[in-house]
């Protein structure tokens, strides 16, 4: 039987690399410094909106000079299209959408799978069009968001074909990971547990399966966050810091019943 596990592991590759250009150029480090956070530290990131939006313009700032303004363009396109969304933890919608394009980064995405990655609801979620994204973006992005979405221009496409059709590139099964990891961060903030362990399940039966022939270390950091939130409970600063994030999406509810 043909072993299909990767001759080496992604954070040998990254330690591999980092010694190389610290070897070949010092000052290069830093750019591409991707030391994977704890499990604690991103699930207390998740509650910090301007944490989040930091960690991401220093990404873009260093990382996609030419072409950053693409990529306000789109951060600027996410909040306009999901401004009245927020997570389980109070913080707005587009947080996710922003996580998403981090892990994705942090783990080889390249510009096409960011940007689609911010912009990855936008098709299922808001009335957002296949062109338009084609139009205000590119075709290339266009193409990546259709395939992570289950709807595009409000046809519904069946699970069997979704998945099927993410299988098939590699880049989306980079973008539905990220999306996938951080959503299972969010269901740290869920107090609903029998739809937790019911994602949970979900997640183990056809989110690892699709992912870990291609990118096994990936499916396996999924698994580790997933028995980590089976076993810890929220701290009682992330309570707190929950209490003051939806007394600040109420004030916003309010303003937009005026």
Sequence with gaps: MKNT???????ELIKSLKTWIKESN????????????????EINICLHVDKIESRLTNLIDRNFPDNEEKFYEAILFIKE???????????????????????????????NEVLASLLHDTLEDTGVTYNELVEL????????VKLVSFSVDWEVINEEEYYSNIQKSPQALLIKWADRLSNIYSTMFT?????????????RKQVIPLIKDLYLDL??????????????SLSKEQE???????KIKEIKENIMKK
């Design 5 to 11: 596990e990767p001759l080496i592991s992604t954070e």
């Design 26 to 41: 010092p000052e290069a480090l830093e750019v591409i410094d991707y030391e994977s956070k704890s499990i604690e530290d």
């Design 81 to 111: 299209k999901h401004e009245w969304q927020f997570r389980d933890e109070n913080t707005p919608y587009y947080c996710h959408l922003m996580l998403t394009a981090i892990y994705c980064f942090e783990n080889w995405g390249w510009e």
């Design 137 to 144: 973006f590119w075709k290339e992005v266009a193409n990546l």
């Design 191 to 203: 107090q609903n547990q029998e739809w937790k362990n019911w994602y949970f399940d979900r997640t």
């Design 219 to 232: 499916a396996k950091k999924i698994e580790e966050v997933i028995i980590y939130l089976e076993n810890n």
């Design 240 to 246: 707190k810091r929950i209490l003051n994030l939806k």
